[in-house]
């Protein structure tokens, strides 16, 4: 009787959540239509823009050095935008295709910042839609319908960037399915003609047919819907290089220090002090100067309140910080074609768990944090996320601390509307703020919808500061650097006419579109029958070294950091990976850029130094922990440690295990033996004591380190111990 009851009472639960969700439904049908009409105007917006279309993007990009003489010659810009993120680079393209003269400064690298740190995901936000149901909130409602409008936009202006992804939501409640697969269905509702595909409920069969590293246990099924997804990163640096092919100034690497004032006649005959520019300092050459522009537009995310504070020191803070983490696991984590959402954690926070590059990114977590230039990602945090995806994963997945090969933190403001009579109510949307002195400012929001905040925020510069422009936005459809000549299979003439492996091919189309030829050009010869060109920067990956060359030439890469972070993206997908191409890196772009030697080490600190905030300074304490091994175990493990010190002096060489690789019959490269003791070698004395070698075993005994190179050498070794050293025989 009492399954009775509950099932009684299941049913109960299911029938209410319909009611409830029917009602919803009703009145988002209602605001569906009214977003729908007042989007009308996007539909004009596109056929506008492509008929403006010009060919500019078949002309050179303006060098770096030419950018900075741009800007420190040319009178006085239309716009002047701080901040090179995706919000700021896209104010930038608005303007740009408005015909307005404009200018972009970031004062490190193009998505250097939170842009480049997301879920990668391009999408309307099906958390955010059931925070609007239930807690019937229209501003939230509003925002999932403009990101659904714009998450459209995102797939058609950059195809090789962009992709459709599965998503599954597990159910391991009956009730739940139902439940569910209604709020997934209004989400398709509310994308109307620019639904993607349509979503499905799975059995279990199906689900883990999809997603074979599920837990079964108690596994109803699942509902699968579709978001998109993108490279973050490249995505910012395509929306910055198509502003500068059209005629707009970007410069990275370039500081504002001082916003300049003046006092400005208006069109209604008043006087009034206006911000009019800002001193610039170019960071890497120490260069200094101003830069004038009728109006300036502050789009630096965390960096908000300092920028407004430069403009009045009494100004309201109104950016609330927030992290929230990502780490990256091996592929074998995910499907390679399907994500999973995580709907409701042990603290209500959601988590994706998604194929990547080639890898898994799991995330995000949600925490206060202070400003900073490089947040690092906490070790209680990454645990977190490790703790919560066990609970979905089957018991078979042995989910270990050393499975995790880069994590990062990223700084989400949190934006409170000064305009608004709750002071501490954070606004689900973007804000545009306007100072008494006309410094515009853009703040919140999300990656999916920076094209509307950036056309609002233009439009709202226009009447601020009274540009002389009638032209409407021209970025709805507006094919960004690499899209316009994309096709899904323009791998395979980089393979015919080049001689490249597909892997690498498919990797060169899916980030540089179109220009992939000219990056295939710069390919070197291999020396090998296939591939015939294409050096790889490390094996595992399918970057190669003409891609480093391309990016020092004609994508303003002007730091190791911007190369092995943002124009690839190494340092976010296996952190140890990333420092050993830095010297490869280093040297390329030291003959590109005419680096000094002393210029190419520093480069190499500097780029070591970063990786620490990716999580390989977390790699490196996980090291010092404690060595538990009984006194039988110690002394095995210092047996095999003695067997490969051939010298007896101590400690095992470069030439040791070189001569141990011989023994078994097995080679590797020169750079790949010192690779293998660096990840040893806590002290960084290019050799292994007994200690490291003891800290090595205790690591992987407890699972914080997953795999090693020398451990696998040493088990093959051990395999193969010739007769005269083991001690015995005949």
Known sequence: SGSVIIRFVDVCCVMSAFKYLSV??????????????????????????????????????????????????????????????????????????????????????????TSSRSTKLVHGGVRYLQKAIMNLDREQYKMVCEALHERHNFLEIAPHLTSALPILLPVYKWWQLPYFYCGIKMYDFLSGKQLIKRSYIVGKTLALEKFPMLRKDSLVGGIVYYDGQHNDSRMNLALALTAGREGGTVANHVAVTGLVKEQRKMKDGTTKEVVCGAAMKDCLTGDEWVTRAKCVINATGPFTDLVRKMDDKNAESICQLSAGIHIVLPDY??????????????????????????????????????????????????????????????PDVHIRRGDVLAAWSGIRPLVRNPKSKDTQSIARNHVIVVSDSNLVTIAGGKWTTYR??????????????????????????????????????????????????????????????????????????????????????VEEFPYIEAEVTYAARHEYACTAIDMVARRTRLAFLNVQAAEEALPAVVRIMGKELRWSSARQKQELEDARAFLQCMGFEARRELRNIAINFSPAEIQRYTQTFMRFDYNKDGHITVLDIRKALNEIGESVSEQQLHELIAEVDLNQNSMIELDEFLQLMSCLKTGAIANSRLATIIKNYEQHIPVDRSGGGL
């Open 452 to 537: 509307q905040m950036a056309e609002d925020t233009v439009d709202e510069a226009i009447t601020t500061c009274e540009l002389d422009t009638k032209k409407p936005s021209g970025t709805v459809g507006f094919k960004l650097e690499g899209g316009d000549g994309y096709y899904d299979l323009l791998f395979i003439r980089l393979c015919q006419d080049f001689g490249l492996e597909v892997e690498v091919a498919q990797h060169l189309t899916q980030t540089y579109g179109d220009k992939s030829p000219q990056v295939a050009k710069l390919a070197g010869i291999t020396g090998r029958r296939c591939p015939i060109v294409g050096k790889r920067l």
């Open 333 to 394: 984590y995910s499907p390679a074609d399907m994500g999973l959402l995580d709907p409701a954690t042990k603290d209500g926070r959601v988590i994706f768990f998604l194929p990547w590059e080639g890898r898994t990114v799991v995330g995000t977590t949600d925490s206060v944090t202070e400003l900073t230039d490089r947040p690092k990602p906490a070790e209680a945090e990454i645990r977190f996320i490790l703790e919560e995806i066990r609970h979905y994963l089957d």
């Open 24 to 113: 919803a439904a009703v009145g988002a049908s209602v605001g569906y239509v009214g977003y729908r009409w007042t989007t009308k105007r996007h539909s004009l917006t596109l056929a506008e823009a492509e008929r403006s279309k010009t060919l500019s993007q078949t002309l050179d990009l303006p060098s770096r050095s030419e950018q900075l003489k741009r800007l420190r010659e040319t009178p006085e810009y239309d716009v002047l935008v701080i901040g090179g993120g995706a919000t700021g680079c896209g104010v930038a393209l608005d303007a740009v295709t408005r015909g307005m003269n404009t200018a972009l400064v970031e004062k490190e690298d193009f998505s250097s910042g």
